[in-house]
Nanobody, 120 residues
Framework: QVHVVESGGGLVQPGGSLRLSCAVS????????VDWYRQPPGKERELVAT???????NYADSVKARFTISRDNAKNTVYLRMNSLKPEDTAVYYC??????????????WGQGTQVTVSS
């Protein structure tokens, strides 16, 4: 069984910064890909950033140059550093992790989400 837990959300003023964490635990053999998604109020969930096991990253155009995704393999944790936050970044942020579990099965699990609100 794999657990994915997000943390680090909160209320921040426009122009401010936050760092979200995505901790993956359980019977993990590998963490291959981790995605950060967000779902603004009344809108569909959208992909924000991706990081692979080799460290390759990809970002949505709306967050490029403002957000940075990184991973700490020793802690099985992926971070999303968000700078220059805008009101339109307000959303519930979700983490999705995909990889291989110790009995060679695969997993594709979501966290419960963390709320980010950007407002003055």
């Amino acid at each position: 069984q794999v657990h994915v837990v997000e943390s680090g959300g909160g209320l921040v003023q426009p122009g401010g910064s936050l760092r979200l964490s995505c901790a993956v635990s359980g019977s993990i053999f590998t963490i291959n890909v981790v995605d950060w998604y967000r779902q603004p109020p009344g809108k569909e969930r959208e992909l924000v950033a991706t990081i692979t096991s080799s460290g390759s990253t990809n970002y949505a155009d709306s967050v490029k140059a403002r957000f940075t995704i990184s991973r700490d393999n020793a802690k099985n944790t992926v971070y999303l550093r968000m700078n220059s936050l805008k009101p339109e970044d307000t959303a519930v942020y979700y983490c999705n992790a995909r990889g291989v579990i110790t009995d060679k099965g695969i997993y594709d699990d979501w966290g419960q989400g963390t709320q980010v609100t950007v407002s003055s």
